[in-house]
């Protein structure tokens, strides 16, 4: 795994499209989960109110809810890392060079699971990123600390974690398939914002008495973190990560990995 990874580092670290998408993302991430004090006085100040309670009085950043709430927030944004990996595995066929590494030694098993590496990379620096930055904003903000406090609900952190490297492996699976740069960011997005949440909706609609469609790929990812902030209008909320879920989620990874696995056996390797 290192020396794939190593082969995905030569191709990445000269690359500066790579590079210029990173930084952005990273940008944004940060400015927007710490930037919603911010917004909450920003509403106060207009004289906003959320079912009577003043915003700029949440306690978003509080250890006690800080890992939850950022990494539902987070989970947002991870569209545009999958944006990221559809682009490194489609030019792999624009220029050529899977067929490279295929004639230089690698097999297609190697192939994909240097990706996978690349995607493991991301997703844990990723994450890390969301830990500093939440501690950082905990530490400014809470008024309760300590380490058992701060560690309290950090496993909403491997959700994340399981979450955002879930979704890669997703969009991973979509680039195989279609190999177009644009048509597949299109179709990912698509799919992701409009066509799955869409297609739950009428499901749930028409089938009320089921609830298959809470099985979706995309729907059973997003339920790893469920939305915290009720709990602040005093609505119950589920604010733990459910094995049940974490099990699903899994299943889907292995599912995602495997057909990528069969398509690169499958598919002529010139593109």
């Not at 890390?128 to 400014?140: A, P, T």
């Not at 799955?196 to 609830?211: D, H, K, N, Q, R």
Request: zero cysteines; a neutral charge.
């Amino acid at each position: 795994m290192p020396r794939l990874l190593a082969i995905e580092w030569i191709k990445l670290r000269s690359y500066r499209p790579f590079w210029i998408l990173m930084i952005l993302y990273f940008m944004v991430l940060g400015l927007v989960l710490s930037g919603v004090m911010l917004f909450f006085e920003y509403l106060a100040s207009r004289g906003a109110e959320l079912n009577g309670i003043d915003p700029s009085i949440i306690p978003f950043y509080d250890f006690a809810d800080i890992w939850q709430n950022m990494t539902y927030l987070a989970t947002f944004l991870k569209i545009f890392l999958g944006f990221i990996v559809v682009i490194s595995i489609t030019n792999e066929y624009s220029y050529k060079t899977i067929r490279q590494h295929i004639i230089d030694g690698l097999n297609r098993w190697e192939f994909l699971a240097g990706k996978l590496s690349v995607i493991l990379a991301i997703t844990i620096v990723n994450t890390l990123f969301v830990f500093v930055l939440g501690l950082i904003l905990g530490w400014i903000y809470s008024p309760v600390q300590g380490i058992d406090i701060v560690f309290e609900n950090a496993g909403f952190l491997l959700a994340y974690l399981l979450d955002v490297f879930a979704f890669l492996t997703f969009a991973l699976l979509v680039g195989l398939l279609i190999k177009r740069t644009g048509f597949t960011i299109v179709l990912l997005a698509l799919y992701t914002l409009f066509i799955e949440p869409i297609g739950a909706l009428v499901l749930s609609i028409e089938f009320s008495e089921y609830t298959f469609h809470q099985y979706f790929p995309i729907r059973a990812i997003n339920n790893l973190i469920q939305v915290p902030f009720g709990k602040y209008m005093f609505q119950e909320v589920q604010d733990y990560v459910a094995l049940g879920d974490v099990a699903l989620v899994m299943i889907y990874v292995g599912l995602f990995i495997l057909l990528s696995f069969r398509l690169l056996k499958a598919r002529d390797i010139s593109g």
